[in-house]
């Protein structure tokens, strides 16, 4: 009985170092696309506030077109 119960632990164990390997690449991969969103997210910002700052200069948002 002893013999069966150490087998069984060595069996959950196998399977429990299996699952955390797994879970240790899905959180690497999820890092991984965390750190591209957030540099894409930066890259982003930074074009809008070119644009805006571009935009400042031909008209302000409060002025009227020159066709009103």
Avoid: W
Avoid at 17 to 45: G, M
């Amino acid at each position: 009985m002893n013999e069966e119960r150490l087998v069984n632990i060595e069996t959950k164990i196998t399977y429990q170092e299996d699952l955390i390997e797994e879970l240790n690449k899905t959180v690497y991969q999820q890092q991984q696309k965390l750190e591209r969103l957030e540099a894409f997210c930066e890259s982003l910002a930074r074009n809008i506030a070119s644009l805006a700052e571009e935009g400042n200069g031909s008209m302000s948002a409060n002025e009227r077109p020159p066709h009103y």
